[in-house]
């Protein structure tokens, strides 16, 4: 072989080496501290960047989000506190991370806040922030958005809005820009003995109504699916007597609070400390417990969200202020 030959042939080695040694320290590159996170990132952003120059202000609390499409769109949305105590909705590409859009609430965004796309195709927020956005993230006027709804959505026929709490999951449904009730209020009970069920969040995926309910005092979760309800939410939910225990598939786990549960399309994810680290279980609709965990270290669980297709979850590092997006572990 040619000397320059050799010295080619030695190059390309050294670069294959390279190549392998950064594949294999991938999670070193993103600085990160959580083991084999790093080696599930899909996407990365400086969340703490993006809402300090949209804001002014360094985040405090990430207090909860929703992945939401509408009209080609896709979206994550994060419910943030800032350091100077206002409170806003950050609108992200959901694939990239790349910021969009910043607006500034007027209430408080707990945990399991969502939001829904109703009969226009426009982007509601729940829980009485009376806040509308197009696709396009552009303001949206004339609707009055009823309050302390957690699911704001639309089937065939209406505009939907659910909230549970008390005893009971309450429903109605309303014209195309809710100012009118055309059917309900109506309400299912649940199931008896309740330990104190209250929904947390609600979602329409694939034509599936999903809901994640908790039971604070007792420590419990439980995810439940109705899987023909997209056409007719208000039929489908006046067919059940009671909720919970007449659900078509459910899965329940203990020792998890409305800060560490999600409901998605296999099940529901709960999170506890265990094991050195936050410990994620998966329990899959019509299993009889936990299908599979994945660990995260130094992690905090109300930082978490998993979208409800189940494809991937986003965590934000509030050391870092980094947001990631992973693959899931299933």
Known sequence: MAPLAK??????????????????????????????MGQRTVALADLNGIVKGATGADIQYVNGASANSAGGHDY???????????????????????FKKAVQGNADYPQGSNIGVDFNGNFVIGNGSGLILSPTLGSVSGYSLPSGSFCLASDSLHNVSISGGSGSLGYSGYNSIWTTILSGPFSRPFASPDPGWRLVTAALDNGALLMLMVADSSGQSIALSYPNAGSDLISALQAVGYIVDDAPHKSAAANSDSNMAWVLREGMV???????????D????????????YLLTNASGDSLYFEPEGRFFFYYDPGSGRLFKLRTWW
């Open 7 to 36: 010295i080619r042939a030695m190059a390309l080695a050294i670069l294959g080496l390279s190549l392998c040694t950064l594949a294999s320290s991938c999670s070193y590159l993103l600085g990160d501290p959580y083991g084999s």
């Open 270 to 280: 709960v999170g506890n400390y265990s094991n050195g680290g936050l410990e994620l």
């Open 76 to 98: 994550l949305f994060l419910f943030v506190t800032t350091t100077a105590g206002t409170k806003w909705l950050i609108a992200l590409d959901e694939s990239t991370l790349s």
């Open 282 to 293: 998966l329990y899959r609709f019509g299993d009889s417990g936990k299908s599979s965990s």
